[in-house]
């Protein structure tokens, strides 16, 4: 099975028992981004960040992370080319440290709390001089944030700013 372009294998391929669709329960709860975790005689269904997206948009970079449930979170902490959020009751599949390139840095990864009330916080480094903007998602499943250097517009909608002082003529009289 394939989710968001990344293959992976199921413990045995879906089968039909009469009219009943037999599919592997922790293979679908995988592809929902819940990871199983058997704790004493039960297994908990812990919500994941399951998904990071870095991309190009123009001179700008979007960064999205995609989950298992809604995003709820609060800033940690904050400047111009560093944001680090925390994101309540959910975990993370994510590698805690990774490079990224482009118009960010890294993003790192900490989890903390337990299987049953996890949080994850997510810090991005942009390079020097950067600035970030929250986006709105697409989905309430996601969080979005855009970086871009000194000079470009991080909202699409906002024209770009002007880098050198426009002179105007002088209006003409009659």
């Known amino acids: 099975y394939s989710v968001g372009g990344v293959v992976s294998s199921a ?12 599919v592997p329960l922790y293979a679908i709860a995988r ?3 819940l990871q199983p975790v058997v704790t004493g005689l039960e297994t908990v269904f812990e919500p994941q960040i399951g998904a990071l997206d870095v991309r190009p948009d123009g001179r700008r970079t979007i960064v999205t992370l995609h989950a298992a449930t809604a995003l709820r979170y609060v800033k940690v902490s ?15 599949a994510l590698a805690p440290n990774r490079r990224v390139g482009g118009g ?19 810090t991005i480094v942009a390079p020097k001089g950067a600035r970030h903007l929250i986006a709105a998602a697409a989905s309430p499943y996601e969080f979005s944030v ?6 470009v517009a ?3 909608n906002a024209p ?15």
């Open 11 to 22: 413990t045995f391929a879906p089968f039909f028992d009469g009219t009943d669709v037999i």
């Open 31 to 33: 592809a929902l981004y």
């Open 78 to 92: 904050e400047t111009p080319e560093r944001l680090a959020v925390t994101f309540s009751g959910t975990g993370s």
């Open 104 to 122: 960010v840095d890294e993003v790192d990864v900490a989890v903390s709390g337990s299987v049953r009330n996890p949080s994850s916080t997510v």
């Open 146 to 151: 855009a970086f871009a250097p000194p000079g």
């Open 154 to 156: 991080l909202d699409p």
């Open 160 to 174: 770009a700013p002007v880098s050198a002082p426009v002179a105007l003529a002088p209006p003409v009289t009659p």
